[in-house]
């Protein structure tokens, strides 16, 4: 089948992303209990873009292929699988394998595509609906009437996060970095809108709550806010760090914490067992399919670009450009 690879580029220790190219690997095979899905498209991450360049290395039995979601069909289905059956509409959340024809998945771990999604639209759902899902919800318990702030509402994970927060009833405050990408925050629903170029997000979050400040964080940044994300937290208030844009070390003080009851949690969804990813992703459907089903979630595209053009995938996805998902269709 053919698949993206990263080709070695003499003086590149990192490789950048015209290293990716589309190659060739084995088909895979199903394990008793998965199904082997014919992909149609494939969801882009900054995952993928640490792995291209050694930085997030692939969880034990892991695919050494890029890509953590999909959409397709099923092509083949493993002798202990029940429920599922070849030619279904599916959409998948993965360990890696993605940017690929064929890949091999759990049963645990696939959806089914949404009623009025097609079948490319819902490779951008599985890893961001699976991600804000077990964070904002299933850990920090967002609740009707709390506030949650969501750092990149730009990003896959923000364009979900914002509609989901809406949808339970909170209220969302969002950072990006320019007036266009906190327009579309706006249009789909985020009620306080704060560019981090020019504010300090822990002042207006304050300001905009009567002093009380946020309930949940939901941060991708790390190091860098980590200071200001307690500052921005209200009294029991949670935040939930899911990324290390801003670096992977930083100093707190713990009187502060203390002080406002707050809890910092830090998770990550590919290196979870399946039976974790398996809940989770029954939750999602469980609760968040009918929001879709009923217009409350939609999922946002930025660009589609072909399996064979990974490359610009990445690039346009480094540069900050995307509003919502990239994805490659095959």
């Known amino acids: 089948m053919r698949a993206v690879t990263i080709k070695d580029i003499p003086g590149q220790e990192r490789p950048a992303a015209d290293a990716l190219v589309l190659g060739t690997a084995p088909d895979p095979v199903p394990a008793p209990d998965e199904v082997v899905v014919e992909v149609a498209a494939a969801g882009v991450n900054r995952a993928d873009l640490l792995q291209r360049q050694g930085l997030y290395p692939v969880p034990r039995g892991g695919s050494p292929i890029m890509g953590l979601e999909v959409s397709g069909t099923i092509a083949s289905v493993g002798p202990e699988v029940s429920g599922w059956s070849v030619g279904e509409r599916v959409c998948a959340l993965l360990t890696g394998g993605g940017y690929a024809e064929r890949v091999a998945v759990p049963a645990g771990q696939l959806l089914p595509v949404p009623e009025g999604l097609d079948l490319v639209e819902a490779a951008a759902l599985p890893e961001t609906v699976c991600t804000v899902w077990s964070n904002v919800f299933m850990l920090a318990a967002l609740r009707p009437g709390e506030t949650l702030l969501v750092h990149g509402g730009a990003s896959g994970i923000g364009t979900t996060a914002i509609q989901l927060g809406k949808a339970v009833g909170a209220t969302?405050?969002?950072?990006?970095?320019?007036?266009?990408?906190?327009?579309?925050?706006?249009?789909?629903?985020?009620?306080i809108?704060?560019?981090?170029?020019?504010?300090?997000?822990?002042?207006?979050?304050?300001?905009?709550?009567?002093?009380?400040?946020?309930?949940?964080?939901?941060?991708?940044?790390?190091?860098?806010?980590?200071?200001?994300?307690?500052?921005?937290?209200?009294?029991?208030?949670?935040?939930?760090?899911?990324?290390?844009?801003?670096?992977?070390?930083?100093?707190?003080?713990?009187?502060?914490?203390?002080?406002?009851?707050?809890?910092?949690?830090?998770?990550?969804?590919?290196?979870?067992?399946?039976?974790?990813?398996?809940?989770?992703?029954?939750?999602?459907?469980?609760?968040?399919?009918?929001?879709?089903?009923?217009?409350?979630?939609?999922?946002?595209?930025?660009?589609?670009?072909?399996?064979?053009?990974?490359?610009?995938?990445?690039?346009?996805?480094?540069?900050?450009?995307?509003?919502?998902?990239?994805?490659?269709?095959?």
């Not at 950072?175 to 009620?191: H, V």
């Open 172 to 191: 969302v405050a969002v950072t990006a970095g320019s007036p266009e990408k906190l327009q579309r925050c706006g249009e789909l629903g985020a009620d």
């Open 193 to 330: 809108l704060i560019n981090y170029r020019t504010e300090d997000f822990p002042e207006r979050v304050r300001e905009e709550t009567g002093g009380a400040g946020a309930d949940v964080v939901l941060d991708i940044i790390g190091a860098k806010y980590l200071e200001r994300n307690i500052e921005a937290l209200n009294f029991g208030g949670r935040l939930v760090v899911i990324g290390m844009q801003g670096g992977r070390v930083a100093e707190l003080d713990l009187s502060k914490l203390l002080m406002k009851r707050a809890v910092v949690a830090a998770t990550s969804l590919r290196s979870r067992p399946p039976e974790e990813k398996a809940a989770i992703v029954a939750a999602v459907r469980e609760h968040v399919w009918p929001l879709i089903a009923d217009g409350r979630l939609k999922p946002v595209v930025s660009r589609t670009f072909p399996l064979a053009e990974a490359a610009g995938a990445h690039a346009l996805l480094e540069r900050g450009e995307a509003v919502g998902k990239v994805l490659l269709t095959v």
